[in-house]
């Protein structure tokens, strides 16, 4: 294996990442404890905190009691230094909402409130985050859930069609100079949310599957304890699999949970044949409570006992969709290299 080498001012940024975790986790700490937990030397901490006192980013909370020797300084991670707004793009049932969010740098909300809407473009997200960037004058990231295909800076295809195939966070990084933007798909951000509040065991496949009743369907996937994108983007996008029948007649079969079912086992098989989970989550608004042992039942029929996932329904996942939105949106803040040994 070739060791990669890293230029000064990354292993820097690296050292001061890992302070300003090990803060964020263990409340507070001393020059002694975070170079103890961090691994790093007493000086290069001291140095580190020296600097993000100055920036404002750790606050330090003055001396500890004295036990005899040198009373220690004491440093608390400031999650107040500065705000992320997180947007949730949705439409169902033919009402158009778009939840606003913003929350402080440990992901505590400031505010919460969703906005329903006759229509839902890029200049009314504008106006939105305009307005809340006033409001919050120290905003570090932008993240936006979005209900389609998020391929980079750009929507592909999308549920509200005026935002389909717009350079969104291409806008928005011109009109927030230094602001971090990040758009996703809304499925990899519940997916997300939910595998981090079941607290899986780690590097476990996990699935989200979703029939909405007038959309088509949509998944996503954890795999390996990470979220899947896929080559371009277009990974959960099931409504393409091959069952037999169009996607405008997927339209059809779900708005009856007798038609649905069968549908829908397909779709189960063919994401436990793939990826193998050790638990799928199932949502959406064509989903009743009553059909969970019939699609159990039918997974059992095709899919080997010993390879058989949990199967779950979860009707509303909004509050995971938010949480996984927050983390992902915290994690464009956060400064990291990640070491791939190939096997």
Same mark, same amino acid.
């Given at each position: 294996m070739n060791v990669p080498t890293h230029s000064t001012q990354h292993v820097k940024k690296i050292n001061t990442e890992l302070v300003k975790q090990t803060l964020r986790t263990n409340n507070t700490g001393t020059k002694a404890s975070i170079a103890r937990l961090t691994g790093l030397?007493?000086?290069?901490?001291?140095?580190?905190?020296?600097?993000?006192?100055?920036?404002?980013?750790?606050i330090d909370l003055g001396t500890d009691e004295s036990s005899g020797g040198r009373p220690a300084n004491?440093? $608390?991670?400031?999650?107040?230094?500065?705000?992320?707004?997180?947007?949730?793009? $949705?439409?169902?049932?033919?009402?158009?909402?778009?939840?606003?969010?913003?929350?402080?740098?440990?992901?505590?909300?400031?505010?919460?409130?969703?906005?329903?809407?006759?229509?839902?473009?890029?200049?009314?997200?504008?106006?939105?985050?305009?307005?809340?960037t006033q409001k919050y004058t120290h905003v570090r990231a932008i993240g936006i859930g979005i209900p389609g295909?998020?391929?980079?800076?750009?929507?592909?295809?999308?549920?509200?069609?005026q935002l389909a195939n717009q350079p969104l966070a291409s806008?928005?990084?011109?009109?927030?100079?230094g602001v971090e933007i990040l758009l996703e798909n809304d499925m990899n951000l519940t997916v997300y949310g939910l595998y981090q509040q079941l607290q899986l065991e780690q590097d476990r496949n996990f699935a989200i599957v979703t029939f909405p009743r007038n959309h088509y369907p949509g998944a996503g996937f954890i795999v390996n304890g990470q979220p899947m994108n896929g080559n371009s983007y277009f990974s959960g996008e099931i409504s393409y699999l091959p069952y037999g029948v169009s996607r405008e007649q997927q339209l059809e079969l779900l708005q009856s949970a007798e038609q649905a079912?069968?549908?829908?086992?397909?779709?189960?098989?063919?994401?436990i044949a793939i990826i193998n989970p050790v638990q799928i989550i199932?949502?959406?608004?064509?989903?009743?409570?009553?059909?969970?042992?019939?699609?159990d039942a039918g997974c059992r029929a095709i899919i080997p006992a010993e390879h058989?996932?949990?199967?779950?329904?979860?009707?509303?996942? $909004?509050?995971?969709?938010?949480?996984?939105?927050?983390?992902?949106?915290?994690?464009?803040?956060?400064y990291h290299i990640q070491l791939i040994q190939r096997r």
């Open positions: 030397s007493v000086a290069t901490c001291g140095t580190i905190l020296n600097e993000l006192v100055h920036s404002g980013e750790i004491r440093y $608390r991670f400031n999650a107040d230094y500065a705000s992320m707004i997180c947007m949730i793009v $949705r439409t169902e049932g033919g009402v158009h909402t778009i939840t606003c969010a913003v929350a402080n740098l440990n992901g505590e909300l400031a505010e919460h409130e969703v906005h329903t809407l006759e229509q839902i473009d890029v200049p009314i997200i504008e106006q939105l985050l305009d307005d809340l295909v998020a391929l980079g800076d750009t929507i592909g295809i999308c549920d509200v069609p806008l928005l990084k011109q009109r927030y100079e079912a069968g549908f829908i086992v397909q779709s189960l098989v063919s994401i199932i949502t959406g608004d064509s989903i009743t409570a009553d059909m969970l042992s019939k699609l058989m996932p949990t199967l779950l329904i979860q009707n509303d996942t $909004r509050s995971e969709y938010l949480s996984g939105l927050i983390t992902a949106t915290l994690e464009r803040l956060t």
